[in-house]
Nanobody, 117 residues
């Protein structure tokens, strides 16, 4: 079983920046995808960005050019640098780790990001 702990959420004005971090521990597959998802009130959880073990990234269109995902596979951490934040980025952000071959699928508890206009 994998455990994920997020940190770095908070309140920021529109146009500002925040950096989210997630640390994974426990049973971590060697080949995996780490990523960030978000859920705004009344909406479904959606993908924000993912990064594979070999560094391949994928972003939601709404965050391309503003958010950057990175990882340190040796430390099992993933980071989301969020710039030029907009009020519509307000949501609870969740970290996720999934195995590509292994069926591991873990979620963090989430961290709140609030962007004021």
């Amino acid at each position: 079983q994998v455990q994920l702990v997020e940190s770095g959420g908070g309140l920021v004005q529109a146009g500002g920046s925040l950096r989210l971090s997630c640390a994974a521990s426990g049973r971590i597959p060697n080949i995996n995808v780490m990523g960030w998802y978000r859920q705004a009130p009344g909406k479904q959880r959606e993908l924000v960005a993912t990064i594979t073990t070999d560094g391949s990234t994928n972003y939601a269109n709404s965050v391309k050019g503003r958010f950057t995902i990175s990882r340190d596979s040796a430390k099992n951490t993933v980071t989301l640098q969020m710039n030029s934040l907009k009020p519509e980025d307000t949501a609870v952000y969740y970290c996720r780790l999934t195995g590509i071959i292994d069926p591991t699928n873990g979620w963090g508890r989430g961290t709140q990001v609030t962007v004021s206009s």
